[in-house]
């Protein structure tokens, strides 16, 4: 019975939580294209990422229960979520802190500020502030369960 309530308040926070999107569509298209809305990180320690990206982020964690939280960035929502209440859920579906090619990237105003800044709580550097070929200036680094997030910023031409 506790499982059935439980899963009934985690649907109804995600499902409520998400964004009103009005999808584009082309023209003479009748069907909607999807928009992506939300990216869930899969760990086993929910409050250590929940510290990690509130610090990171600068945004207080939405908390919903001991194994869900998300983090509205302005355009999508990065999502945390227990690796055993995903186990219960859906079953081997998903294996947490072994993501190797995908990486999180978040707009910032100053990748050099930033890289001062988020000194304290980024263990694992991959890349300095850099500026790429491609217009922005970067730095990657892991979160505490190995995923690749870019810090980047637009250049002015």
Request: with cysteine; charged share 20%; net charge positive.
């Amino acid at each position: 019975m506790f499982r059935v309530i439980l899963t009934m308040v985690l649907a109804t926070a995600l499902i409520t939580s998400y964004p009103k999107i009005k999808y584009k569509q082309a023209p003479g298209d009748h069907q909607s294209s999807p928009v992506l809305v939300n990216t869930c990180l899969i760990t086993k320690n929910v409050r250590r990422l929940i510290q990690f990206y509130s610090n990171i982020l600068q945004l207080p964690a939405k908390i919903t229960g001991s194994d869900y939280a998300e983090f509205a960035t302005g355009v999508g929502i990065v999502a945390i979520f227990s690796a055993n209440a995903q186990e219960k859920y859906i079953p081997r579906s998903a294996v947490p802190a072994v993501n190797k090619s995908v990486i999180l990237e978040f707009r910032v105003e100053h990748v050099d500020k930033e890289y001062i800044r988020l000194g304290p709580w980024v263990k694992t550097w991959i890349k300095p502030p850099t500026t790429q070929p491609w217009g922005t200036r970067s730095i990657y680094f892991r979160d505490p369960d190995g995923n690749l997030i870019n810090f980047y910023e637009v250049l002015k031409p």
